[in-house]
């Protein structure tokens, strides 16, 4: 039983494209996550939800856009893809506040062409 | 802007051979976890500390808090070649914001 799971695992797009990334977890957790790990390693915040709700928005381009339809589920959809968004995209669930820790999806390896 | 430095940012030993690997930050965190991640895979929580002056252990990895919370080490002992991995260490901020830092590469050749 897989706790995080995301998909696709990997994804080879074109330049303007549109795309989306899938997140269910089921652990009942309250608060869920979108993180951006970049080719040096470096794990970065990007959205955040507790309950459905946006609490957590960093200093992100508008063509990246989340969508919580149940606290189970954080999708996120980025429009017109550009080089730079390649990065491996890593979903994350926490039981709130995520003080205790998170636990990680496998990533989604987003390449941008 | 609050920041988590590891060190050293890579490390390649002997199977057998002790190291100890450093997270710093000159903010008071109100607690601070550490994940182990694997090639291809997310990142996996090793455990987490909450008390400044805490230490945890899980088997051979021992788990220090620093007493004012702003700091900890991770120390392995008798490094197996299944030690091998990215080691990050995250603080929570406060809220739901936590900072990881750049992780430590370890390699350990049996």
């Known amino acids: 039983d897989t706790a995080v799971s995301q998909t696709p695992k990997y994804l080879v797009t074109q330049m303007g494209n549109d795309k989306s990334i899938k997140c269910e977890q089921n652990l009942g957790h309250d608060t869920m996550y979108w993180y951006k790990q970049d080719s040096k390693k470096f794990l970065k915040i990007m959205f955040s939800?507790?309950?459905?709700?946006?609490?957590i928005n960093e200093t992100v381009p508008n063509r990246f856009s989340p969508k919580s339809p149940d606290k189970a589920h954080l999708n996120l959809h980025i429009n017109s893809l550009e080089l730079g968004d390649s990065a491996v995209y890593f979903c994350?669930?926490?039981?709130?506040?995520?003080?205790?820790?998170?636990?990680f999806g496998s990533g989604t390896r987003l390449t941008v062409v | 802007t609050q920041l988590l430095e590891q060190s050293p940012q890579f490390l390649s030993i002997q199977e057998g051979e002790n190291l100890t690997v450093y997270c710093n930050s000159s903010s008071v965190f109100s607690s601070l976890q550490w994940y182990r991640q694997e090639p291809g895979e997310g990142p996996v929580l090793l455990v987490t500390v909450v008390t400044g002056g805490e230490v945890k252990k899980l088997k051979r990895l021992t788990f220090q808090f620093g007493d004012a919370r702003k700091d900890s080490s991770l120390h392995i002992t008798a490094a197996q070649p299944g030690d091998t991995g990215l080691y990050l260490c995250a603080g929570a901020a406060g809220g739901f914001k936590t900072i990881f830092g750049a992780g430590t590469r370890l390699f350990v050749k049996a």
């Open positions: 939800y507790n309950n459905k709700e946006l609490i």
């Open positions: 994350a669930s926490s039981q709130v506040k995520g003080g205790n820790g998170y636990t």
